[in-house]
Structures are given as C-alpha cells and as structure tokens.
C-alpha cells in the first residue's frame, strides 16, 4: 500500500498565559545555554521579562558566546511557534480543548521552549 501524505492548515489559539509559560520555560533554563543575557526594551509591560512578549514587547537576547545579540518580539515568536508546529518534532504540544486547537504547555519542556525561540530569530536549529 502507498502512503499518502496530506498538508492540513489548522487553526490554534495560543493564549497571553502560553506566550507568558513558554517565554518563561526559555529563560528560565531552555536557552541559558546559548543565551547569557536577556534585557528588557524599555518600560516592563508585566512583572517579569518573560511577560514582555505578549504584550507587545521586546527583549534582547544576548549570545553568550559571541558579542550577539538578538531582538525578540510578538511577531518573531508567533513565526517561531508556526515553525515549531508546522515541522516534525518528538514533543507534541497541542490539546483540543472547547473544539480548538491550544498549547498544552505541562508538554513545553526546556528544549521545547528552547526551539520556539530558536525558530523566532534564526529560522532554524542553530544551537544543541
């Protein structure tokens, strides 16, 4: 039997609360390994930096290694959560909840968080 392969577009909700969750998970230890520093722009928007996404904010991302660094905004980070769910992964993330399609983010472990943020600023897997 051959195997057919379909492209699907879905619709998923993600929430300020995933955006907030996910941002923490990557501070917090998902990209402390390549990132040094991360410096919020401007006046903070919540209590802490991993707030500053959702809210239309921005943070720098300093590479620890090289005199780097990187900006990241809503937009950046909304295309890196396209990117992580569009490609093959080990980690599912997604749960239907209400009929929509939402990140269960108890499945966005550090190296989740770590891609999303990998696929917002370089298109790619550049670092782990």
Known sequence: ??????????EMVATQED???????ALEGGINYW???DEVVGNYLGEYASE??????????????ENETYTLDREKFMK????????????DILE???NKLRID??????????????YALFDDIVFG
């Open 35 to 37: 990132c040094g520093e």
């Open 52 to 65: 500053q996404i959702s809210r239309g904010g921005q943070l720098i991302l300093h590479d620890i290694e």
């Open 105 to 118: 983010t108890c499945n966005a472990d550090d190296t989740v968080c770590d891609m999303i943020i990998q």
């Open 96 to 98: 239907e909840i209400d």
């Open 1 to 10: 039997m051959d195997t057919v392969v379909l492209k699907l577009e879905l």
């Open 80 to 91: 890196g959560l396209k990117m992580y769910l569009e490609k093959p992964h080990p980690y």
């Open 19 to 25: 955006i907030d969750d996910i941002m923490a998970g």
